[in-house]
């Protein structure tokens, strides 16, 4: 028989972007994932392979700024995923950002402890993301 021990939560953090975290395992959490999808539209043509690099890089240092290193280690692993080479002024293209944190205790999960500190570096995250004058982001794809 198998059990399903993995858990997600959605997180309402902002409407353009979706926001979910969880593990695989919400007994004994190991390691904690954080999922952020949206639909980004360039609004220039520009070298974007050179805009896109700055802003991975934006991204990670951001998260490293904002990670509670009270409750998560301080390893952890950021996946951030825009293709350079379908990017087009007005055509939108999928950004899948991946974070892996790894807890220091292991807290039943969801915990007020993980969900609070997430949501906090998230939301500071997106705020940063935002600001990219470069990129319109949706959470929906527009037709």
């Known amino acids: 028989m198998l059990v399903k021990l993995g858990k997600q939560v959605k997180l309402p953090?902002?409407?353009?972007?979706?926001?979910?975290y969880g593990?695989?395992?919400?007994?004994?959490?190991?390691?904690?994932?954080?999922?952020?999808?949206s639909w980004a539209t360039p609004k220039h043509n520009l070298r974007f392979d050179k805009k896109l690099r700055k802003l991975n890089i934006a991204v990670k240092n951001?998260?490293?700024?904002?990670?509670?290193y009270e409750v998560f280690?301080?390893?952890y692993i950021v996946d951030f995923d825009l293709r350079?080479?379908?990017?087009?002024?007005?055509?939108?293209?999928?950004?899948?950002?991946?974070?892996?944190?790894?807890p220091k205790d292991v807290i039943p999960f969801p915990s007020e402890v993980y969900g609070g500190s997430i949501e906090k570096m998230i939301d500071n995250l997106l705020s940063n993301i935002?600001?990219?004058?470069?990129?319109?982001?949706t959470d929906k794809k527009i037709k």
């Open 13 to 20: 953090v902002n409407d353009q972007f979706t926001v979910k």
């Open 84 to 102: 350079v080479s379908g990017l087009q002024k007005d055509k939108q293209s999928f950004l899948a950002i991946e974070i892996t944190l790894y």
């Open 130 to 137: 935002k600001k990219d004058r470069n990129f319109v982001f």
């Open 62 to 68: 951001k998260i490293h700024e904002e990670i509670n």
């Open 23 to 37: 593990t695989i395992n919400a007994l004994n959490p190991q390691s904690i994932f954080v999922s952020i999808h």
């Open 73 to 75: 280690h301080k390893k």
